[in-house]
């Protein structure tokens, strides 16, 4: 699949967490805790990543090892207003193609009410 496609695809995914966030009441210009995960093929892969993203100051990024699998998780302080959040998880997308690893999407807890 193209860098194209991944984008469009991500960018399709994105707006229905969105839809689903709006129906829960979600103030999407509150700052959150959103965590972006990629999925990696090793250990030294994940350590990588996860060195690339504390290096530049993307976010806080842990490698988490769950039997044989090894993920990053990128946690970021930010609203989700839809042209902030589909900025950030298309670049995140980009990052998991210059790295060969599968981003898995991005998750935060709504944000509503004070």
Do not use: H
Request: net charge negative; with cysteine; proline share 1%.
């Amino acid at each position: 699949m193209s860098v194209i496609s991944k984008l469009m695809e991500a960018s399709e995914a994105d707006t229905d967490v969105l839809r689903r966030l709006n129906a829960e009441g979600d103030d999407f210009s509150k700052f959150r805790e959103v965590d972006f995960t990629f999925k990696c093929e090793s250990k030294d892969k994940a350590d990588t990543v996860a060195g690339f993203l504390d290096d530049f100051q993307y976010g806080k990024a842990s490698v988490i090892v769950e039997e044989d699998l090894y993920m990053v998780q990128l946690l970021i302080e930010m609203p989700v207003t839809q042209n902030i959040l589909l900025c950030v998880s298309g670049f995140m997308t980009c990052i998991a193609e210059l790295y060969n690893v599968e981003i898995d999407g991005w998750g935060c807890i709504a944000q509503n009410g004070t």
